[in-house]
């Protein structure tokens, strides 16, 4: 082995290959083996990726046993404290944050494109009244293409640019078209002369008979929500996005997919179902029952909103959110799952399954509290983070489209199933 290259020894032959180290700007070295099959008659096996790295990327960075998450190189408690949401996505976006004239443009470019086709506002009619807003999400979302597809030219980039556009603006007045079809109110259209963040609140809370009343502490809390879950590199949707996106399928049904995978509750679902596992517990006094069942082998049951798959330290989202739930809950009143939640992290983070583990909450642990102090049912919890990562997912879908020599995502396999054999006759069998 020297140190720009590792050789492996086929054991059987005694045939040798080097495969090449390299290396990013940040983090572990990386073992280039694109020619290991070609070569040496190998593939690699490596079932939930856990040690490979799918691609190369300037967008994310993060160090699990750090903590650290930065976007294009700034630190994730700078961006939440000193930019809006909308800053940051020029900056997923584009590479740069935003100077005040760009800012400007950038706001106006997003408000431009808020309002959807009054047809696909029919699409919604077609749900079922109880129908989870996911469903209606994920659908909606591939429909979209069927309505914007002067711009879907995908190797032209200003065709990419706009359909990001398209996709941040329109987002939020699809997610709450589903919220006032699940609650059967009438869709409210969305307002210019409001921010990101409180033009959703609006079209959400008000109605045709009353305005609704913006709370500032609402409208920032969900901002800084938003930052926070913009990108997470190459996490289960956004490698969704790209393995669908590779085969030159249009961005609006890659983005589709995305919200499909992550829907899961291993993934984006967990917010909900932190929520549902609070109210199943119900009181302090049933914490420690639950912590035994999440250590029990044998029970299905997980903590959920702790764990994660690379930070093995604190998640930096979750340190924030857990503040932003404070100041929210200051203004909205007190919740007793917070109580609950506060009680339940102190307690495993004490317990030598979680230490020993390395499990911390995550940052769906404290966000549910936050939407649900905002009057937001919990299937709308996971939406709320699709919202927040849609900048994410096309920023990703931009940066691997436009890849010199982009292929398709193929990954291989390791066959286990029957070896070859003849087909009997049906008498025969
Ligand atoms: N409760 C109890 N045990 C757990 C948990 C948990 N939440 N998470 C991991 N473990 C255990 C797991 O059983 C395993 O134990 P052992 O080594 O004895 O077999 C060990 O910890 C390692 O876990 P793993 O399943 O191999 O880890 P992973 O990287 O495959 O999974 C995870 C990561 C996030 C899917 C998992 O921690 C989990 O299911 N957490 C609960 C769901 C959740 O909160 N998901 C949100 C993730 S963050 C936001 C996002 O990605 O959308």
């Known amino acids: 082995m020297s140190d720009t290259s590792i050789t492996l020894t086929d054991p059987s032959t005694g045939k040798q290959i080097?495969?090449?180290?390299i290396h990013g700007t940040e983090g572990?070295?990386?073992?280039?083996?694109?020619?290991?099959?070609?070569?040496?008659?190998?593939?690699?096996?490596?079932?939930?990726?856990?040690?490979?790295?799918?691609?190369?990327?300037?967008?994310?960075?993060?160090?699990?046993s750090e903590g650290t998450l930065m976007y294009r190189g700034y630190p994730i408690e700078q961006l939440a404290e000193r930019c809006n949401y909308l800053e940051v996505c020029h900056l997923i976006l584009t590479g740069e944050l935003p100077n005040a004239e760009q800012k400007v443009a950038f706001e106006r470019t997003i408000r431009n494109h808020t309002m959807i086709n009054e047809n696909l506002k029919a699409f919604f009619d077609g749900?079922?009244?109880?129908?989870?807003?996911?469903?209606?999400?994920?659908?909606?979302?591939?429909?979209?293409?069927?309505?914007?597809?002067?711009?879907?030219?995908?190797?032209d980039p200003e065709h990419r640019m706009h359909t990001a556009y398209r996709?941040?603006?329109?987002?939020?007045?699809?997610?709450?078209?589903?919220?006032?079809?699940?609650?059967?109110?009438?869709?409210?259209?969305?307002?210019?002369?409001l921010s990101y963040t409180g033009n959703l609140l609006h079209m959400m809370y008000?109605?045709?008979?009353?305005?609704?009343?913006?709370?500032?502490?609402?409208?920032k809390a969900l901002d800084v929500l938003f930052t926070l879950h913009a990108d997470h590199e190459q996490n289960a949707s956004t490698s969704t996005v790209r393995l669908a996106g590779s085969s030159g399928a249009?961005?609006?049904?890659?983005?589709?997919?995305?919200?499909?995978?992550?829907?899961?509750?291993?993934?984006?679902?967990?917010?909900?179902?932190?929520?549902?596992?609070?109210?199943?517990?119900?009181?302090?006094s049933n914490i420690d029952k639950y912590i035994a069942k999440a250590k029990d082998k044998e029970d299905p049951f997980r903590l959920m909103g702790f764990g994660h798959r690379v930070y093995r330290n604190f998640d930096p989202r979750a340190q924030i959110i857990k503040e932003i739930c404070h100041e929210v809950l200051k203004t909205y009143g007190n919740?007793?799952?917070?109580?609950?939640?506060?009680?339940?992290?102190?307690?495993?983070?004490?317990?030598?399954?979680?230490?020993e583990r390395k499990l911390y909450p995550n940052v769906d642990?404290?966000?549910?509290?936050?939407?649900?102090?905002?009057?937001?049912?919990?299937?709308?919890?996971?939406?709320?983070?699709?919202?927040?990562?849609?900048?994410?997912?096309?920023?990703?879908?931009?940066?691997?489209?436009?890849?010199p020599g982009q292929k398709i995502g193929r990954p291989r396999q390791l066959y286990t199933g029957p070896a070859r054999r003849d087909v009997l006759t049906l008498e025969q069998r």
């Open 18 to 21: 080097e495969l090449p180290i």
């Open 28 to 64: 572990a070295p990386v073992l280039d083996i694109g020619k290991l099959h070609k070569e040496f008659g190998y593939f690699t096996y490596d079932p939930g990726f856990v040690s490979t790295a799918s691609c190369q990327s300037t967008i994310t960075y993060l160090d699990g």
């Open 127 to 155: 749900f079922r009244y109880d129908a989870h807003p996911m469903a209606m999400m994920t659908g909606v979302v591939g429909s979209l293409s069927a309505f914007y597809h002067d711009k879907l030219d995908i190797r």
């Open 167 to 193: 996709l941040i603006a329109k987002i939020p007045t699809i997610a709450a078209a589903a919220y006032k079809h699940s609650i059967g109110e009438p869709f409210i259209y969305p307002r210019s002369d």
């Open 206 to 219: 008000a109605r045709p008979t009353q305005e609704y009343r913006l709370d500032p502490v609402a409208e």
């Open 250 to 284: 249009n961005p609006y049904a890659a983005i589709a997919a995305g919200i499909a995978s992550l829907w899961g509750p291993a993934h984006g679902g967990a917010n909900e179902a932190v929520l549902r596992m609070l109210d199943e517990i119900g009181d302090v």
């Open 335 to 355: 919740d007793p799952r917070m109580e609950l939640a506060m009680r339940l992290e102190e307690i495993a983070l004490e317990d030598a399954y979680f230490v």
């Open 365 to 403: 642990f404290y966000s549910g509290i936050i939407y649900a102090a905002l009057g937001l049912p919990v299937e709308m919890f996971t939406v709320m983070f699709a919202i927040g990562r849609t900048v994410g997912w096309i920023a990703h879908w931009m940066e691997m489209i436009s890849e």
